[in-house]
């Protein structure tokens, strides 16, 4: 059962550090979780703070809801990052946003959920397991060039055309339902391993990737976040892949660039429609976290404020 299962916070006190958190100030968890990042921002508040967190998880809305009965500082909702306007309501605008991107540890630890290639479980990996499609139907239904894509532009897997064909080559004889018997038509379609990483890895980081739309809400999430932030709100935004990241880097750096102006004319910074500012360098956790907590070893976060 998942409620046994821990999700170990990354990148803890440097990200509410980050979020430089005002006592009376109301703030937005994205990506609640386990509430690891949501705890200490409420320690952070005053009794007139806020904090809405928001997870499309109903396994951690479950959780939140439990933290909610307890402080009434704290409210959760369900959805996805495509609602956040709608779920928040905020009309007066957020002091911050938090996003701590990716799946939770129960997520990943939780066979039933179908995320591992290591444990045996139905093949569904969807964070929010009461809509959309599973893995199984959309690995049943996908086209092979479809599925050849997917793999290739998530996973950026070098093999992604000799996979696929190897999976439309058994689907056509039995369904593909198990996450042990997709890893094992992937490791069997894959010429050279990899040192140190399972052959599947690559493959499962996209289909998630996909089948989550993950880089198609995170876009949303940051366009939508600069218009509910108010001046000096900070969006802090913790990355595990470099795809994610990718985008959030790019993001940013464009929102703090504004439009972009001939180069050479006399224009004032606040003349450019920039609507952020970088704050610092990107953030890595530090060696002891990651001898610690191996799943942060891909970790970077970014931050930014809003002008
Ligand atoms: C890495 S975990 C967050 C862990 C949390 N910071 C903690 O300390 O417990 C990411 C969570 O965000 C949720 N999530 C990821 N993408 C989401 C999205 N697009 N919309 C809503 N929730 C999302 C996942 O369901 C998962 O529970």
């Not at 569904?124 to 793999?151: F, K, P």
């Not at 894959?190 to 739309?213: D, L, M, V």
Request: include cysteine; proline fraction near 3%; aromatic fraction near 4%.
């Amino acid at each position: 059962m998942t409620e046994d299962l821990l999700h170990q916070t990354v990148l803890l006190h440097e990200a509410v550090t980050a979020l430089k958190v005002i006592e009376d100030g109301c703030y937005v968890d994205g990506t609640f979780g386990r509430g690891g990042h949501s705890r200490q921002i409420l320690k952070k508040l005053g009794s007139d703070g806020c904090l809405i967190a928001i997870d499309k998880d109903v396994r951690a809305v479950e959780q939140g809801e439990r933290l909610a009965a307890e402080d009434s500082r704290f409210s959760i909702r369900q959805g996805s990052f495509l609602q956040v306007a709608e779920l928040i309501g905020h009309e007066d605008g957020i002091d911050g946003l938090l996003l701590d991107l990716g799946v939770s540890s129960p997520q990943l630890d939780d066979a039933s959920r179908g995320f591992s290639f290591m444990k045996a479980g139905p093949l569904d990996m969807r964070m929010d397991d009461t809509s959309g499609q599973s893995a199984a139907d959309w690995i049943h239904e996908a086209e092979e060039g479809e599925i050849a894509r997917v793999l290739k532009e998530y996973g950026e897997e070098r093999f992604a055309r000799r996979i696929a064909r190897a999976i439309v080559g058994v689907r056509s004889e039995s369904e593909i339902t198990d996450t042990l018997q997709l890893a094992g038509i992937i490791s069997a379609a894959i010429p050279r391993h990899e040192k140190h990483k399972h052959p599947a890895t690559r493959s499962f980081q996209a289909i998630r990737i996909h089948i989550n739309r993950e880089l198609e809400e995170l876009e949303s999430m940051l366009q939508v976040a600069v218009g509910l932030l108010k001046q000096g709100g900070r969006l802090v935004v913790i990355s595990f892949h470099s795809l994610e990241d990718r985008l959030v880097k790019r993001f940013m750096k464009a929102q703090a660039l504004g439009e972009r102006l001939p180069a050479g004319l006399p224009v004032q910074y606040e003349q450019t429609n920039a609507a952020l500012k970088l704050i610092g360098k990107p953030i890595f956790p530090t060696k002891q976290e990651v001898e610690f907590n191996p799943r942060s070893r891909s970790a970077v976060m970014r931050v930014a404020e809003k002008l």
